[in-house]
């Protein structure tokens, strides 16, 4: 079993609709990172996460600690929001601590 | 704000050839980086972690002498991978970390091996 799981895997959405992706983990941490990922292969750090809840545009990005668990939402999807979105964990210590990576969510929003 | 550079994005040669990638740190100092192989449909891979000033630590199953990492500055990490094979075509991408910010990551570099 992975020590980071995403759901759902594949997700294809119509535009305008309100997107949930899922990170579940199993390690203690000490900060969970989420990434996006376009065709052409460069990452963008999303958010950077050790409790509550945090807001960018359309995208929030929330924690639960003790769940272990954190959900990725886009409002009002489009279809320049289709990439791979990809939950990071790392597993203690500070920042020069690697991350361990969930395989991804690839995500489609159809206009 | 912080931004890594990564060079080259695409890169095609012959069996046998040893290719050098780098990584660049634009406006902060990056004691550590982070290099990272990626398959097709997989997630990123960790292959080594870079190291300024000291050996470059790597994880199980990668070989050293295959894939040199060499920590040059504070603002510079290259890795290179000698005397290329087909099987090491794949995407390698890096990244480095800064206190209290997310990682701050290439934008890869798309090796091919003919």
């Known amino acids: 079993k992975n020590e980071v799981e995403q759901s759902p895997q594949n997700l294809t959405a119509q535009e305008g609709e309100f997107i949930t992706i899922n990170c579940s983990y199993s390690?203690?941490?000490?900060?969970l990172h989420w990434l996006q990922q376009h065709p052409g292969g460069g990452i963008v750090s999303l958010f950077m996460?050790?409790?509550g809840k945090k807001k960018h545009g359309r995208l929030i990005a929330t924690i639960n600690i003790q769940e272990k668990h954190s959900s990725l939402h886009i409002t009002a999807s489009h279809p320049r929001d289709s990439a791979v979105y990809i939950c990071?964990?790392?597993?203690?210590?500070?920042?020069?601590?690697?991350?361990?990576f969930g395989t991804g969510t690839l995500l489609a929003v159809q206009p | 704000g912080a931004v890594v550079s990564q060079h080259p994005s695409w890169v095609i040669c012959k069996s046998g050839t040893s290719v050098k990638i780098e990584c660049r740190s634009l406006?902060?100092?990056?004691?550590?980086m982070f290099w990272y192989r990626q398959f097709p449909k997989k997630s990123l891979m960790l292959m080594a972690t870079s190291n300024e000033g000291s050996k470059a630590t790597y994880e199980q199953g990668v070989e050293k002498d295959k894939f040199l990492i060499n920590h040059a500055s504070l603002t510079l990490s290259t890795l290179t991978v000698t005397s290329a094979h087909p099987e090491d075509s794949s995407f390698y991408i890096c990244?480095?970390?800064?206190?209290?910010?997310?990682?701050?990551f290439g934008d890869g570099t798309r090796l091919s091996i003919l």
């Open positions: 990071a964990v790392r597993n203690g210590g500070g920042a020069t601590n690697k991350l361990i």
């Open positions: 390690v203690g941490i000490s900060a």
């Open positions: 996460l050790s409790s």
């Open positions: 990244s480095a970390p800064t206190a209290n910010q997310p990682q701050h």
């Open positions: 406006d902060f100092q990056a004691t550590t």
